[in-house]
C-alpha cells in the first residue's frame, strides 16, 4: 500500500498545475456523477473503485483533455448559464432567481477580474494572462498579492471548462452595466464565447433599470449592476425571457469590438458618450488631487486623512463606476511622487494616512 502510495505521489510531483488541475475536474466531476445517480436511481456503485480508476493508470502516458470531454458529458447541461461580472451582482441575481422552479437547469458564473484596468492583449495566451498578472499584483496591497495571483487564473479555468460542457440547447445570458468594467468584461466574455453555438441574450441593466424602476418624482443611474436589488434583477429577467439572441453579426461586432480594445495601450479604461476609452494610468490623479484639496479644509492644519475616507470620497462623488483598489495604487503613487504625504504602512488602506505635501 505505502510503495502504490509513493509511486502515485512521484506521478503528481511530475504533473503540470494545468494536468493536476484537469484530474481534480476530472474527479469532481465522476464523483458528483456517481453520486447523483445513486440518489435517483438507488444504484450500488462501488465509488471507490471509480476514483481508482482513473489515478491506477497515471504513470502511463493519456489524453486528459479526452477524459475530461468525456466526464463532461455524463454530467447534466444547465439551460441557462447566467454570466455576471463581480461576486456582488452575482449573488443578488442568485437569490433573485432562487423562486424560480427548476433550479438544477439553472447554473451561474461570475467572471470576476476588473479588465477596465491593467494591460489586456490575447489573455487567451497564457503569457498576455501573465503579464497582466504581474503588472496587477506589483501594484495591489501587500496583503491581497497571493489571493489575487491565482484568484482570476482559477476563474478563467473554470469558465473555460463550463464552455466546453455547452451544447447548442444551453442559452447562455450575460448581465452588465454600462461602466468600464462590466463591457469590458462583456467584450472579453464574448471573445472566449466566440466558438460556441448556444444563444447568447445580454441584459444591458443599467438602461433597463431606468426603463422599468425610473419615476418622474425618483429617478437613479445605476453604476454598476451591484447596487440592484434582487428583486429588481428577477422583474429584468422576466422582461428579457423572451427576447431574441444575439444575432450572427452582432456576435462577430463584439468580438472584433474586444480585439480592437486589447491592443490598446491604455491602463485605465472608462466610459465617454458610451464608448469605451483607453487611458493612461494617471488620468485620474488630478481628480484625486483635488478630492484631497477639498477635504483638507475640514481637518486641523496639518493633519492627516484616513487613505479610506479619500477612497471613499473619490469613488462616491464620480460618475463612473471606479475600482477602489485602484484609486488607492494611485493615491500611493502621488505619495511617492511627493505631491502628497502618508503616515502608517501601506499594507492596506485603513493602515496609512494621507496629507497634501507641504511646500
Known sequence: MNDNIYAFSRTINRMSEDELRSVLRVL?????????????????????????????????????????????????????????????????????????????????????????????????????????????????????????????????????????????????????????????????????????????????????????????????????????????????????SEQEPLSKGERRQLEQDWLELSVQPGLLRMMENGVIRSLTEDALDEYIMQKVRELTPNWEPGKYIRAARIVGEVIGTSSQHISDAFVEYRLRQLVLQGQLEMDGKPLAMRYYSIRLAER
Open 28 to 240: 469532481y466531476m465522476k464523483s458528483a456523477h456517481v453520486v447523483k445517480r445513486q440518489e435517483e436511481q438507488g444504484e450500488k456503485v462501488d465509488f471507490a473503485e471509480a476514483v481508482q480508476s482513473l489515478f491506477r493508470n497515471m504513470d502511463i502516458p493519456f489524453d486528459l483533455g479526452r477524459l475530461e470531454q468525456q466526464a463532461l458529458s455524463e454530467v447534466d447541461k444547465p439551460n441557462e448559464i447566467h454570466i455576471t461580472f463581480g461576486e456582488s451582482p452575482l449573488s443578488s441575481l442568485k437569490m433573485g432567481m432562487s423562486t424560480l422552479p427548476d433550479q438544477e437547469k439553472r447554473s451561474f458564473f461570475s467572471i470576476d477580474d476588473n479588465y477596465a484596468v491593467g494591460p489586456l492583449g490575447d489573455l487567451t495566451r497564457r503569457a498576455d494572462l501573465q503579464r497582466r498578472h504581474l503588472w496587477l499584483i506589483e501594484r495591489m496591497c501587500l496583503n491581497d498579492r497571493e489571493a489575487y495571483g491565482m484568484h482570476e487564473l482559477e476563474s478563467l479555468f473554470e469558465l473555460n471548462a463550463t464552455i466546453q460542457s455547452f451544447d447548442s440547447k444551453t442559452s447562455i445570458i450575460i448581465w452588465y452595466a454600462n461602466n468600464a468594467r462590466e463591457k469590458t468584461g462583456l467584450l472579453y466574455a464574448m471573445y472566449l464565447l466566440r466558438n460556441t453555438e448556444s444563444p447568447i441574450y445580454l441584459i444591458e441593466t443599467s438602461g433597463l433599470y431606468k426603463q422599468l424602476f425610473d419615476r418622474p418624482d425618483v429617478q437613479y443611474d445605476v453604476l454598476h449592476t451591484g447596487e440592484i436589488l434582487s428583486e429588481k434583477l428577477l422583474a429584468m429577467w422576466h422582461v428579457c
